[in-house]
């Protein structure tokens, strides 16, 4: 890393140089020969990116940027590099983020989860890519701007304030729960129906227990203003445990191929490996996103029985928290 103004200036030279062999290979070698010259390019372009993030963070561009966004989401892992990041990782994290979000708002202005989001939440929860860095891969994002206030003259656009609140709780949560605080949780969060939806949505962007992500890294705008929260396989145990706090019933866990999910009465079938035996089970709202990926994958169920009043006394679990045992692809 550049670390004064000596070594910023040999930076700037550096570029200058290379920039110029980039000029020279594009007017010889590029009417002749394109893919030539991309591939004598790529060496010269690799270089030419580190030095110029270097000097980005040495001036202070980075720092500026960070400002700008609401979130800084950042996936760490052995396969996930940024440029050459997988496009499923990225869009799996940013749907994660977003939905979870969207249940968090619609709770908050509902008082409860419903099938689908209203238009308005969804809009407000739609978040806008600003910036792309590096440390893996790392993704700024804003809320988008939901209405204008006009003050003394003045339109001052805002954010939607059920969205802005659903990142100011996820943040809040996240950091109680990686810092052991569950006191400080179930006080933030009296009521175990809300506490349940803010702890779900945040277990959907936690990495998956064999998945290629080792780690989540949540940061609020400047870095001075909010620590890093960092979410590793670890804190899916403490989430899970969270959420089983939310219910005083007896837990039962199941484990088995997740199959026949019916969205009406949204409910699906947990069927046990290499035997007959299955569970039918009830979904909440926020389980739901995470029951499609899991659609034919083996999972970890657990959940409270309640009596179906179907002839027979037979049973459902209604699931608290859902997680796939398969490694990704």
Not at 207 to 223: F, K, N, T
Not at 229 to 251: D, F, Q
Not at 272 to 300: H, N, Q, Y
């Amino acid at each position: 890393m550049i670390a004064n103004d000596s070594e910023y200036r040999q930076a700037l030279d550096a570029l200058t140089l290379m920039r110029a062999e980039i000029a020279a290979l594009h007017r010889d070698v590029y009417p002749r020969n394109p893919k030539m010259f991309a591939a004598m390019a790529a060496a010269p372009l690799d270089e030419m990116g580190r030095l110029e993030r270097e000097v980005r963070e040495f001036v202070g561009v980075t720092a500026a940027e960070e400002g700008q966004a609401d979130v800084w989401l950042g996936v760490r892992g052995e396969k996930i590099t940024w440029p050459h990041a997988a496009t499923s990782i990225l869009t799996e994290f940013l749907d994660s983020l977003r939905k979870g979000l969207q249940q968090i708002a619609e709770f908050n202005a509902l008082g409860h989860l419903s099938s689908r989001p209203t238009a308005e939440i969804n809009r407000a929860c739609d978040l806008e890519v600003i910036g792309l860095q590096t440390g893996s891969l790392r993704v700024g994002v804003v809320l988008p701007y939901a209405s204008e206030e006009v003050t003394e003259g003045l339109r001052i656009p805002r954010k939607h304030p059920h969205a802005t609140r659903a990142l100011d709780e996820l943040f809040e949560t996240a950091d109680m729960v990686t810092r052991d605080r569950p006191a400080e949780l179930e006080s933030k969060f009296p009521a175990p129906e809300h506490r349940r939806v803010v702890l779900n949505a945040l277990k959907g962007l936690s990495p998956r227990l064999r998945g290629v992500a080792d780690a989540v890294e949540l940061r609020r705008g400047l870095a001075e203003q909010s620590r890093v929260v960092t979410l590793g396989r670890e804190t899916v145990r403490k989430l899970t445990e969270a959420i089983g706090r939310t219910t005083s019933e007896e837990t039962v866990t199941v484990e088995g191929t997740l199959r026949e999910i019916d969205l009406d009465q949204l409910s699906c079938i947990v069927r046990r490996p290499d035997s007959p035996e299955e569970t039918r089970c009830r979904m909440p709202e926020e389980a739901l996103a995470i029951a499609r990926d899991a659609l034919d994958r083996l999972v970890r169920v657990t959940g409270t029985r309640t009596r179906t009043g179907l002839r027979g006394g037979q049973t459902m679990l209604s699931i608290i928290t859902l997680d796939i045992l398969e490694p990704e692809e």
